[in-house]
């Protein structure tokens, strides 16, 4: 952490850069996930260091207004919020300096650890029998969000595809939120899916989402970014095909958008 007195040495440009990343720095602290060396050790509390350095940013001449605003409620607050004052700040300075965060800059906090203190492995709640089959998925953001979504939703099982991207991907890693580790999955062909399972698929075309049938246990198929299920998917998705019904003119959803609309179904129908 840098001596509050030595920022003002600083010039603007170089003064918004260690403030972002100080900023960045404190709320790793706060989630505790610091980096070794980074932890906060500073001699004045830490909300009260976050606070200055805060009002340094809200005096910023470039600060447009509703920045300004925003920055400023959070240091008016009656219960000041560490984490989200230094959040807001961090992506304050970013847009000044004109550096955009990708998702993969994200500070998030590390959600519960599939395995206790102990060593033993944490009972996960699952609706028995609902899985999802990911045909051909590119991304590997996109692959982490459907793994995050079956395991939010309680689905079962994931299965993948061989073309599938990896689901070790740093990125998958990152956007599933440690939920491939929790759920697990399993590689396989189409023609190698339970034969005594219904299966059907998320594509368009099909049955409105709302007036669909959902199986009390079954796989759902869902396609690549680019073409969707393929053909030979939609041959194998005997129990039918899901639609989601839209409005506008793209009329297109990501695919992890779209798995999500579709559990929340399914496991409405369940309960």
């Not at 809200?58 to 989200?84: C, G, M, N, T």
Request: proline content about 7%.
């Amino acid at each position: 952490m840098i001596e509050l007195s030595k920022l003002h040495q600083l010039e603007p440009g170089q003064k918004r850069r260690k403030l972002a990343l100080t900023f960045g720095a404190l709320e790793r602290d706060i989630c505790g996930i610091a980096e070794k060396g980074m932890e906060y050790t500073y001699k004045m509390p830490r909300a009260e260091y976050i606070r200055c350095l805060a009002q340094i940013v809200v005096r910023d001449p470039q600060i447009s207004p509703a920045q300004h605003e925003q920055l400023q409620s959070l240091l008016d607050a009656d219960l000041f919020d560490e984490k989200r004052t230094c959040n807001v700040a961090r992506n304050i300075l970013l847009a000044i300096i004109g550096t955009f965060p990708a998702e993969w800059d994200l500070i998030i906090a590390p959600h519960q650890s599939p395995v206790d203190e102990n060593g033993i492995v944490r009972q996960r709640a699952f609706f028995p029998g609902v899985c999802v089959y990911a045909e051909d998925i590119r991304s590997p953001f996109n692959l982490g969000s459907v793994f995050r979504t079956a395991e939010a939703m309680g689905a079962e099982k994931v299965y993948i595809s061989p073309l599938c991207t990896d689901p070790e991907h740093p990125k998958a890693q990152r956007g599933s939120m440690g939920c491939i580790e929790t759920l697990g999955y399993e590689r396989i062909a189409l023609e190698d899916l339970p034969q005594d399972m219904p299966v059907f698929v998320l594509e368009t075309g099909g049955t409105p989402i709302e007036e669909f049938a959902f199986p009390q246990k079954g796989i759902c198929i869902i396609g690549s970014e680019e073409l969707g299920v393929s053909p030979k998917a939609l041959e194998r998705a005997t129990y039918g095909r899901v639609s989601i019904p839209m409005t506008g003119l793209k009329a297109s959803l990501n695919v992890g958008v779209a798995f999500g609309i579709l559990m929340q179904k399914w496991v409405e129908s369940l309960r």
